[in-house]
């Protein structure tokens, strides 16, 4: 079969690799009818996770399934399916107490309690490296799905690829980031990041009585999709001083609920990749510092842009002196994608507006250039095999 092969940092290739088959009862062999290309996809690209081999990457895939194994009994050959991207077992402590994305046996090498750079991680991801199970991903023509009898979930037939695809990651995600601040009614929320998972979250925090939503970016092009695609008020952080603009929209007190949709690979000054190497750390947490400033005494920050460092002159002392809610990780995909389903069935919700790129399966190199480089006003690619 033809996939998307990653070698080392900036080669990524379509090439011919062997065709996934059944390794346990549990599995499910899936024709991939859609995949795309996600900002987490770039950390890998870019080199801010290791891989040392080669593997096919992908995590945001659906399609039709091929082969199934004879522990998998609710689902048969040509149903088609959307895919959680954590890999989960459906029965271990963790999946059993909602927690699928800390699974206990998805990642049998490198899981742990720890948590640590290089050891201790969490559960399997389809396409993320080694330290996270070593499964190969979805930007293929076939992949193979471990636990397959717990978290694929069947699509109507009405329903198109690009209006369910994006179940697989970015809209729980960015679904969790609101869900997380207990929203009220009537509160003013900041997305800083104006990418896929950002544009997803300025789209959930109206469905959950949000009364304003302000997006921030550097990129006026997707400043333009968050105001066309999510209705947001929008702010450019490379034209002016978006902390004190926010506090002046919000009586000076800061919005309610910041989320940082960025993660590690904001943008650096000169000064910050110098520190970078004094310090051995990779990337910044400077939207994160951002979303800390920005966000009133007693407010909210959701983490959901990726941090896979560690940062020194953390700011500690101001989350205490103010009083911040932080709650920060993987969206369990498992324990919300049900409704999100409804919610797109029922036309509550339109995911499938900020595709700005379609490309064959063959051009997914080209995909990554432009998604990574910011060229041709790339919001989001997907990608058909």
């Not at 690799?17 to 950390?43: F, R, W, Y």
């Not at 389903?341 to 509550?348: A, P, Q, S």
Request: glycine share 10%.
């Amino acid at each position: 079969m033809k996939a998307l092969v990653f070698h080392k940092p900036k080669d990524v290739r379509v090439e011919t690799v062997k065709d996934p088959e059944i390794q346990k009862d549990t599995d499910v062999i899936l024709k991939v009818t859609s995949t795309a290309i996600c900002g987490s996809d770039l950390h890998i690209y870019n080199g801010m996770f290791p891989q040392l081999r080669s593997m096919v990457l992908g995590h945001e895939f659906m399609g039709i399934v091929e082969e199934t194994g004879s522990g998998v009994t609710h689902l048969e050959k040509g149903d088609r399916v959307v895919v959680p991207f954590p890999i989960a077992c459906g029965h271990c402590w963790f999946c059993t107490h909602q927690f699928p994305t800390h699974c206990e046996e998805s990642n049998p090498e490198f899981y742990g309690p720890d948590g640590h750079l290089f050891k201790g991680k969490g559960g399997g991801l389809y396409g993320y490296t080694d330290m996270y199970g070593g499964y190969d991903g979805g930007q293929a023509e076939y992949v193979r799905l471990p636990f397959a009898h717990y978290s694929p979930r069947k699509i109507p037939d009405n329903m198109s690829d690009d209006q369910v695809l994006f179940l697989t990651d970015i809209f729980p995600t960015g679904y969790i980031a609101v869900d997380w601040s207990q929203l009220k009614g009537g509160e003013t929320i900041a997305v800083f990041g104006c990418g896929p998972v950002g544009l997803m979250a300025q789209k959930v925090a109206w469905l959950h009585g949000a009364e304003r939503v302000i997006a921030l970016d550097v990129e006026d092009y997707r400043l333009e999709t968050s105001r066309r695609t999510c209705r947001a008020e929008t702010l450019n952080a490379r034209d002016e001083d978006v902390i004190e603009k926010i506090r002046e929209m919000t009586q000076g007190r800061g919005a309610d609920v910041c989320i940082d949709a960025v993660g590690m690979e904001a943008d650096r000054s000169l000064w910050d990749k110098i520190t970078n190497i004094i310090r051995l750390e990779r990337g910044t947490i400077n939207a994160l510092r951002m979303c800390l400033d920005a966000v009133r005494r007693g407010g909210t920050v959701s983490i959901v842009g990726v941090y896979g460092y560690p940062y020194d002159n953390f700011p500690i002392h101001q989350i205490f002196d103010k009083g911040i809610t932080i709650k920060a990780g993987q969206v369990p995909v498992q324990n919300y994608i049900d409704h999100l389903i409804r919610l797109v069935e029922e036309g509550k919700v339109v995911l499938d507006d900020i595709i700005s790129h379609r490309l064959p399966l063959s051009e997914a190199a080209k995909g990554y250039q432009i998604f990574n480089d910011k060229e041709d006003e790339c919001v989001k690619v997907v990608l058909k095999p």
